[in-house]
């Protein structure tokens, strides 16, 4: 009788011990640990869109003084005053970092791009690097939002100066600012905006270089121009806030009509698409722009030469017209070329953002007699780990690569291959230092949705990932340390992984030793850059490491479509088989629907909620991995004065728009007059 | 001589027939084209992915690439044969044409100072040591000549790039020319200009390519100094001077001579790794710029430049062969 008791109570303890033990194992997620400080990083001071910049129209207008002793008075330009729009968008001063500016000095970039042509509407590029951001101004503004307080950010006014909605939603009325001129004088009007709409973005013979088309605007979008400085929208979805987005660089950006015009198909019998497309050619001077800096001079794989606008149509509260910087010049060699020479003072600008090179740079920029200094933003770069969810045939999945969508789409196995990553030995093999910290997956932190509270952070556990493992059904059958399937056989998984890139590459391995570590076996597939995308694009592969320089994760309010699986070929991890269908997963339904409503909110506090619920989905469910988050530098020459803190080298836009370059100047004292390559001169002619 | 020389030239152009087909299916042996490189520019700038391939698609249809292979190279060789037209570059959105016509004069002009100063420095020292082999001045020589055949020349370029960028706040590197010289007229300013951004790349280049004309020169002319009628030029009273120079050395000089002619293509892209380094806009970036984005029709015609030149090359070497060697001259003829 005892004995059994004995047994009886043996057995409960051990079924209570063994419980416990389970419970001690069971996977609970905690909240990710705070991202460290460090001195070199700079937070943006939060402002509103009022607080940067007005149109109003000022007593009185100044601008260089050799514009006005060289150009006005010899009767080459007219006066400042009739050379700006009635009321010229104002920079306040209040909102400048180092106050109002002085007139003169250049900016020297170096780019690694080519120009093929300035018709940036019909395909061609300009060499990026900023430049085409400095010359072709677009309706509405991104690039310095990272500095607006989360519950304000709204696209900011440019060309189109204000805008309001109809009652029921679908018309949006966009006014666009009065009395501008192009760089060559003539006036700007909505038939500039008409021109870029009908005869390139609807027109199927025109590509955009980004690849611009009418459902980018949202699907059966119309616009219309009710009058020279008046156009209208109509969208099928009512409130469609999102466009507003869209209407920034690189999508509506007009070039001049009034010279395009007679080189478009449509309207010369003469001209073909692939004559409109190349014209003009790099060779063509002056090309008229609403840009701050015109093309003054070009000589192939050698330099870029801008000066400023003469007509440009913006100034600062004192009425000086801008830009501050009378040239702008990119040197075409190559991008490593870029930051060897903002190291060493030849070049002015650069972005840094492989972390094996921080400590050098941050090391070199310490030195007093340093050029440059460096600039940390917020922690926008991010690797994630994708795992491909489809389990109907996306990529065409062989047996055994079937049998692994069939354990990506286990959320036991999600959370198994999570617990098995340590973040910060990851960080750690990037780079050593307090740059790096540990991203869960979901929205970034250090961003304007970002909650804390509301992210699921599964931490480094082997143990509790083994115990995941195998509630996914995993055991190491043929006692080889490698987790078997159930019918037999090792789990095997591939990882597609950059090559050309030092950072995908340090991590690809330290995650293939990590999961190791928990029996499972991880195959990379190290493929150059091309071809990496080729096959992420196909579906095949069964885990993606990757950077996505794309914006929805940091912004989320631009491109937020991306945020899940709203359309067959939308989302990185999970799109859709031959037959067109998408196989979601319950709470992939759930996050497309939070997405959704979120498109369709108006209520900003709604908004912020619709988003935790967001990332409650996403690190809950572990709906891709996250890996590291660090912050990027920019290099940026010391002499060059109001370069607002904190600005990311990518968020909404490039650091190049971010920090609103048309008010950058040098002061007096910095100036170095040898830099400029065609001193007081503006440019001439079209040609 | 001029039947020899028409022979040659006309048994060339199958063999340049031949190498553009295999070089032209190399090239795409590699999956992705130029499609897939404005897809990931374009999603690397923060496109959405159905906009960057719209993009690539529009690209594709727009340059052929769509075609099947057979019908592109068809494309490109009759335009070759009958218009002259080498194709269209991608990236630069120009002609081929222009494209390497602007290439080769900086490439072929730095090229051979390179060439000209490792030969004369290479040949000289070669003699020297030869002359005085076994001793301390040959030991060193051949030192210095080891090191700079085994260091590779893109280690020594980065290793310089670093000192001048990080170390010594150089003012005056990468590309050809500061901005400020770049469309100026020559002058000395200029010339010294370019000296400081090129100084680099000739001394790595010479520093490498010394070592193996000095490594061949001293053991010919051992060998050649060895040989029976030096010691009958000695016995007749000449100068050593005279001995070495005006007898042993011309007979060393063969291999060297043959060397010049399959040097020429090694001339055009030797020095890849160092001009990608230093940012200089020559023929080797290009061949590697364009076959990373699938700009095929510029890889396509350097390569056949590359191959014209190495077959030049061969037949400039059978000249100078024949030129400084008399029996090659009158050996045609029954000896």
Same mark, same amino acid.
């Given at each position: 009788?005892?004995?059994?008791?004995?047994?009886?109570?043996?057995?409960?303890?051990?079924?209570?011990?063994?419980?416990?033990?389970?419970?001690?194992?069971?996977?609970?997620?905690?909240?990710?640990?705070?991202?460290?400080?460090?001195?070199?990083?700079?937070?943006?001071?939060?402002?509103?869109?009022?607080?940067?910049?007005?149109?109003?129209?000022?007593?009185?207008?100044?601008?260089?003084?050799?514009?006005?002793?060289?150009?006005?008075?010899?009767?080459?330009?007219?006066?400042?005053?009739?050379?700006?729009?009635?009321?010229?968008?104002?920079?306040?001063?209040?909102?400048?970092?180092?106050?109002?500016?002085?007139?003169?000095?250049?900016?020297?970039?170096?780019?690694?791009?080519?120009?093929?042509?300035?018709?940036?509407?019909?395909?061609?590029?300009?060499?990026?690097?900023?430049?085409?951001?400095?010359?072709?101004?677009?309706?509405?503004?991104?690039?310095?939002?990272?500095?607006?307080?989360?519950?304000?950010?709204?696209?900011?006014?440019?060309?189109?100066?204000?805008?309001?909605?109809?009652?029921?939603?679908?018309?949006?009325?966009?006014?666009?600012?009065?009395?501008?001129?192009?760089?060559?004088?003539?006036?700007?009007?909505?038939?500039?905006?008409?021109?870029?709409?009908?005869?390139?973005?609807?027109?199927?013979?025109?590509?955009?270089?980004?690849?611009?088309?009418?459902?980018?605007?949202?699907?059966?979008?119309?616009?219309?121009?009710?009058?020279?400085?008046?156009?209208?929208?109509?969208?099928?979805?009512?409130?469609?806030?999102?466009?507003?987005?869209?209407? +920034?660089?690189?999508?509506?950006?007009?070039?001049?009509?009034?010279?395009?015009?007679?080189?478009?198909?449509?309207?010369?019998?003469?001209?073909?698409?692939?004559?409109?497309?190349?014209?003009?050619?790099?060779?063509?001077?002056?090309?008229?722009?609403?840009?701050?800096?015109?093309?003054?001079?070009?000589?192939?794989?050698?330099?870029?030469?801008?000066?400023?606008?003469?007509?440009?149509?913006?100034?600062?509260?004192?009425?000086?017209?801008?830009?501050?910087?009378?040239?702008?010049?990119?040197?075409?060699?190559?991008?490593?070329?870029?930051?060897?020479?903002?190291?060493?003072?030849?070049?002015?600008?650069?972005?840094?953002?492989?972390?094996?090179?921080?400590?050098?740079?941050?090391?070199?920029?310490?030195?007093?007699?340093?050029?440059?200094?460096?600039?940390?933003?917020?922690?926008?770069?991010?690797?994630?780990?994708?795992?491909?969810?489809?389990?109907?045939?996306?990529?065409?999945?062989?047996?055994?690569?079937?049998?692994?969508?069939?354990?990506?789409?286990?959320?036991?196995?999600?959370?198994?291959?999570?617990?098995?990553?340590?973040?910060?030995?990851?960080?750690?093999?990037?780079?050593?230092?307090?740059?790096?910290?540990?991203?869960?997956?979901?929205?970034?932190?250090?961003?304007?949705?970002?909650?804390?509270?509301?992210?699921?952070?599964?931490?480094?556990?082997?143990?509790?990932?083994?115990?995941?493992?195998?509630?996914?059904?995993?055991?190491?059958?043929?006692?080889?340390?490698?987790?078997?399937?159930?019918?037999?056989?090792?789990?095997?998984?591939?990882?597609?992984?950059?090559?050309?890139?030092?950072?995908?590459?340090?991590?690809?391995?330290?995650?293939?030793?990590?999961?190791?570590?928990?029996?499972?076996?991880?195959?990379?597939?190290?493929?150059?850059?091309?071809?990496?995308?080729?096959?992420?694009?196909?579906?095949?592969?069964?885990?993606?490491?990757?950077?996505?320089?794309?914006?929805?994760?940091?912004?989320?309010?631009?491109?937020?479509?991306?945020? +899940?699986?709203?359309?067959?070929?939308?989302?990185?991890?999970?799109?859709?088989?031959?037959?067109?269908?998408?196989?979601?997963?319950?709470?992939?339904?759930?996050?497309?629907?939070?997405?959704?409503?979120?498109?369709?909110?108006?209520?900003?506090?709604?908004?912020?909620?619709?988003?935790?619920?967001?990332?409650?989905?996403?690190?809950?469910?572990?709906?891709?991995?996250?890996?590291?988050?660090?912050?990027?530098?920019?290099?940026?020459?010391?002499?060059?004065?109001?370069?607002?803190?904190?600005?990311?080298?990518?968020?909404?836009?490039?650091?190049?728009?971010?920090?609103?370059?048309?008010?950058?100047?040098?002061?007096?004292?910095?100036?170095?007059?040898?830099?400029?390559?065609?001193?007081?001169?503006?440019?001439?002619?079209?040609? | 001589?001029?039947?020899?020389?028409?022979?040659?030239?006309?048994?060339?152009?199958?063999?340049?027939?031949?190498?553009?087909?295999?070089?032209?299916?190399?090239?795409?042996?590699?999956?992705?084209?130029?499609?897939?490189?404005?897809?990931?520019?374009?999603?690397?700038?923060?496109?959405?992915?159905?906009?960057?391939?719209?993009?690539?698609?529009?690209?594709?249809?727009?340059?052929?690439?769509?075609?099947?292979?057979? *019908?592109?190279?068809?494309?490109?060789?009759?335009?070759?044969?009958?218009?002259?037209?080498?194709?269209?570059?991608?990236?630069?959105?120009?002609?081929?044409?222009? @494209?390497?016509?602007?290439?080769?004069?900086?490439?072929?002009?730095?090229?051979?100072?390179?060439?000209?100063?490792?030969?004369?420095?290479?040949?000289?020292?070669?003699?020297?040591?030869?002359?005085?082999?076994?001793?301390? *001045?040959?030991?060193?020589?051949?030192?210095?000549?080891?090191?700079?055949?085994?260091?590779?020349?893109?280690?020594?370029?980065?290793?310089?790039?670093?000192?001048?960028?990080?170390?010594?706040?150089?003012?005056?590197?990468?590309?050809?020319?500061?901005?400020?010289?770049?469309?100026?007229?020559?002058?000395?300013?200029?010339?010294?200009?370019?000296?400081?951004? *090129?100084?680099?790349?000739?001394?790595?280049?010479?520093?490498?390519?010394?070592?193996?004309?000095?490594?061949?020169?001293?053991?010919?002319?051992?060998?050649?100094?060895?040989?029976?009628? *030096?010691?009958?030029?000695?016995?007749?009273?000449?100068?050593?001077?005279?001995?070495?120079?005006?007898?042993? @050395?011309?007979?060393?000089?063969?291999?060297?001579?043959?060397?010049?002619?399959?040097?020429?293509?090694?001339?055009?892209?030797?020095?890849?790794?160092?001009?990608?380094?230093?940012?200089?806009?020559?023929?080797?970036?290009?061949?590697?710029?364009?076959?990373?984005?699938?700009?095929?029709?510029?890889?396509?015609?350097?390569?056949?430049?590359?191959?014209?030149?190495?077959?030049?090359?061969?037949?400039?070497?059978?000249?100078?062969?024949?030129?400084?060697?008399?029996?090659?001259?009158?050996?045609?003829?029954?000896?």
């Amino acid at each position: 009788m005892r004995k059994r008791a004995v047994a009886l109570g043996g057995i409960g303890f051990l079924l209570g011990a063994s419980t416990l033990a389970l419970q001690a194992y069971a996977i609970e997620p905690t909240t990710p640990p705070d991202p460290p400080k460090f001195e070199a990083q700079q937070a943006p001071n939060f402002v509103g869109i009022g607080d940067i910049l007005e149109y109003k129209a000022l007593p009185e207008y100044h601008e260089p003084d050799w514009v006005t002793s060289k150009y006005v008075d010899t009767g080459a330009l007219p006066a400042v005053g009739d050379r700006l729009p009635k009321e010229p968008l104002v920079f306040k001063v209040a909102n400048m970092p180092d106050g109002v500016g002085v007139y003169g000095d250049t900016m020297r970039h170096v780019i690694g791009g080519r120009p093929q042509g300035w018709n940036f509407l019909a395909g061609n590029i300009q060499g990026w690097g900023g430049i085409d951001i400095g010359m072709y101004e677009c309706l509405t503004r991104t690039g310095p939002l990272f500095t607006i307080k989360a519950d304000e950010v709204e696209p900011m006014p440019n060309l189109a100066k204000g805008w309001e909605w109809s009652e029921d939603g679908h018309e949006l009325t966009m006014h666009l600012i009065e009395g501008a001129k192009w760089s060559d004088g003539e006036p700007f009007t909505s038939d500039d905006v008409m021109f870029v709409w009908e005869d390139n973005i609807l027109d199927p013979n025109v590509t955009p270089a980004p690849g611009t088309s009418a459902a980018t605007f949202g699907e059966g979008t119309e616009l219309e121009a009710i009058d020279d400085y008046t156009i209208k929208w109509t969208f099928k979805q009512p409130f469609a806030t999102q466009y507003l987005y869209q209407m +920034a660089y690189p999508h509506m950006c007009p070039e001049p009509a009034h010279i395009l015009k007679e080189h478009h198909p449509k309207y010369n019998p003469d001209a073909t698409y692939e004559t409109y497309k190349n014209f003009p050619p790099p060779e063509y001077m002056h090309y008229p722009v609403m840009g701050a800096w015109v093309v003054t001079g070009y000589r192939p794989d050698d330099i870029i030469i801008l000066r400023r606008n003469p007509y440009y149509w913006k100034v600062d509260e004192n009425g000086n017209q801008l830009p501050y910087l009378d040239e702008v010049i990119y040197r075409l060699s190559t991008w490593g070329d870029r930051d060897v020479q903002a190291v060493a003072g030849t070049g002015d600008f650069s972005n840094l953002e492989q972390p094996e090179n921080y400590v050098e740079s941050l090391r070199r920029a310490a030195d007093p007699d340093s050029p440059a200094r460096l600039a940390f933003g917020a922690r926008t770069i991010a690797y994630t780990l994708y795992p491909n969810l489809s389990g109907n045939g996306w990529g065409e999945p062989d047996e055994r690569a079937q049998k692994v969508r069939e354990l990506n789409r286990d959320l036991n196995f999600r959370i198994g291959l999570t617990s098995a990553i340590d973040r910060q030995q990851l960080g750690d093999a990037l780079v050593k230092g307090p740059f790096t910290t540990p991203y869960p997956g979901g929205i970034l932190a250090e961003t304007s949705f970002y909650d804390k509270d509301a992210t699921a952070y599964y931490p480094y556990d082997p143990e509790a990932a083994k115990a995941a493992f195998a509630a996914a059904g995993l055991e190491d059958t043929d006692g080889n340390g490698f987790l078997n399937f159930p019918e037999g056989g090792d789990v095997e998984l591939t990882m597609l992984v950059n090559a050309d890139y030092q950072t995908d590459k340090t991590l690809g391995e330290t995650i293939v030793a990590m999961m190791e570590r928990v029996g499972l076996r991880v195959i990379p597939n190290i493929v150059d850059g091309t071809n990496w995308n080729n096959l992420a694009q196909a579906g095949q592969f069964d885990l993606w490491l990757t950077r996505l320089n794309n914006p929805e994760l940091g912004t989320v309010v631009q491109n937020t479509v991306a945020l +899940a699986p709203t359309g067959p070929q939308v989302a990185y991890g999970h799109r859709a088989g031959p037959d067109g269908t998408l196989d979601l997963l319950p709470f992939e339904e759930e996050m497309v629907d939070v997405v959704n409503d979120f498109i369709a909110s108006r209520d900003p506090a709604e908004q912020i909620e619709l988003m935790k619920k967001y990332q409650r989905l996403y690190t809950d469910n572990v709906y891709a991995v996250g890996l590291t988050q660090y912050p990027g530098a920019l290099i940026v020459n010391k002499r060059f004065a109001n370069i607002p803190p904190g600005a990311p080298i990518f968020l909404f836009n490039w650091a190049e728009d971010n920090i609103i370059r048309e008010r950058v100047y040098v002061p007096e004292d910095k100036q170095r007059p040898d830099f400029q390559l065609q001193p007081e001169t503006l440019p001439g002619a079209p040609g | 001589m001029l039947r020899f020389l028409l022979k040659r030239i006309l048994a060339t152009i199958p063999v340049l027939f031949v190498l553009s087909v295999v070089t032209f299916s190399i090239i795409h042996s590699r999956p992705g084209d130029y499609g897939d490189f404005v897809y990931a520019m374009l999603v690397a700038r923060g496109s959405s992915t159905v906009e960057a391939q719209r993009a690539a698609e529009a690209a594709r249809e727009e340059y052929g690439l769509n075609d099947p292979l057979p *019908v592109r190279y068809v494309n490109w060789i009759t335009g070759i044969v009958t218009r002259g037209d080498f194709g269209h570059s991608f990236y630069y959105n120009r002609p081929v044409a222009d @494209v390497v016509a602007e290439r080769l004069p900086p490439t072929i002009i730095l090229a051979l100072t390179c060439h000209i100063l490792a030969t004369i420095f290479g040949v000289s020292l070669g003699i020297i040591a030869a002359t005085r082999q076994y001793s301390w *001045v040959d030991t060193l020589i051949s030192f210095v000549s080891f090191i700079g055949m085994t260091v590779p020349r893109f280690l020594l370029a980065i290793i310089i790039l670093y000192i001048l960028a990080f170390r010594l706040n150089a003012q005056n590197f990468g590309t050809f020319f500061s901005p400020q010289f770049g469309g100026a007229p020559w002058s000395w300013a200029k010339f010294v200009d370019l000296v400081q951004h *090129v100084w680099p790349v000739v001394f790595i280049a010479t520093f490498g390519g010394l070592a193996y004309n000095m490594r061949v020169m001293r053991g010919n002319l051992l060998d050649t100094l060895n040989a029976q009628y *030096v010691e009958t030029a000695r016995a007749k009273g000449l100068p050593e001077s005279a001995v070495v120079l005006k007898h042993a @050395v011309p007979n060393a000089l063969h291999p060297l001579v043959a060397y010049q002619g399959v040097v020429l293509p090694y001339m055009l892209t030797g020095e890849i790794e160092v001009a990608i380094v230093f940012s200089l806009a020559t023929v080797g970036p290009a061949i590697v710029g364009s076959m990373a984005v699938g700009d095929i029709y510029v890889t396509a015609t350097f390569m056949l430049v590359l191959a014209a030149t190495l077959l030049v090359g061969n037949i400039i070497a059978d000249i100078l062969l024949a030129a400084l060697d008399p029996r090659v001259r009158i050996g045609g003829a029954k000896a």
